[in-house]
């Protein structure tokens, strides 16, 4: 089945700067890439998503790309903010699975 | 929409007890998943049902975990006898079907549970 390997476990960045985290995953047959941002005490939430046909996508802040040659994906935010603090999960499908997610990385911008 | 709702939100029970938390799925919605959150593990995958049949449950760590789904909208997830080791949050999410449209998978807001 799908693995998925999520880099770095833990991330500080000063406010402004940019944040990127990483993952891979083993299952060539994965279709669907979405990310999940976990804030304290809440439950995880949708933030962007990318399919395989698509290399690139970004919404305000935030970007994600997609590299299926490596099978790894990327989530990029830029201009960092306090509120961005949290736990961000990346996930992969195939298609006839449920997402398997990665273990998270847990972001820390400091003012 | 309400959103995908669990309870109870928070538990606290004795270790032998049996404990049973509860999930109703967003409306129309024919996937359900439980999961569990730790932060040695992370995520983990307990059992899916698609259209109230349960799918796959081989996420479920032991015999004495159980999960149910009665109808489209009502779902269970039992733990009996359970033990300190089960102390985690356990998520419950529902989406459409198939994935591979890229259908989000809603999480409840969870139900975290001490087994003292």
């Known amino acids: 089945g799908e693995n998925v390997e999520q880099h770095p476990s833990t991330l500080s960045v000063q406010e402004g700067d940019s944040a990127v985290i990483k993952c891979t995953y083993s299952d060539s047959a994965s279709n669907y890439f979405p990310w999940y941002k976990q804030e304290l005490g809440k439950r995880p939430q949708l933030i962007i998503d990318i399919r395989s046909n698509v290399g690139e996508k970004k919404d305000q802040r935030i970007a994600v790309t997609l590299n299926k040659t490596a099978k790894h994906f990327s989530l990029h935010i830029t201009e960092t903010q306090p509120e961005d603090s949290a736990v961000y999960f990346c996930a992969a499908s195939e298609g006839n699975t449920p997402l398997v997610f990665g273990k998270g990385t847990r972001l820390s911008v400091i003012a | 929409d309400a959103g995908v709702i669990q309870s109870p939100r928070h538990e606290v029970t004795e270790m032998g007890q049996e404990v049973t938390l509860r999930c109703k799925p967003i409306?129309?919605?024919?996937?359900l998943f439980w999961y569990r959150q730790t932060m040695m593990r992370g995520l983990e995958l307990l059992i899916y049902?698609?259209?109230?049949?349960?799918?796959?449950d081989s996420g479920m760590p032991e015999d004495r975990f159980s999960a149910k789904m009665p109808n489209a909208s009502f779902s269970t997830l039992k733990i009996q006898p359970s033990e300190p080791r089960d102390s985690a949050v356990y998520f419950c999410?529902?989406?459409?079907?198939?994935?591979?449209?890229?259908?989000?998978?809603?999480f409840g807001e969870g139900s975290w549970l001490t087994v003292v």
């Open positions: 049902f698609n259209n109230n049949v349960p799918i796959d």
């Open positions: 409306s129309g919605h024919n996937s």
């Open positions: 999410a529902s989406s459409l079907t198939p994935w591979s449209g890229g259908n989000t998978i809603y």
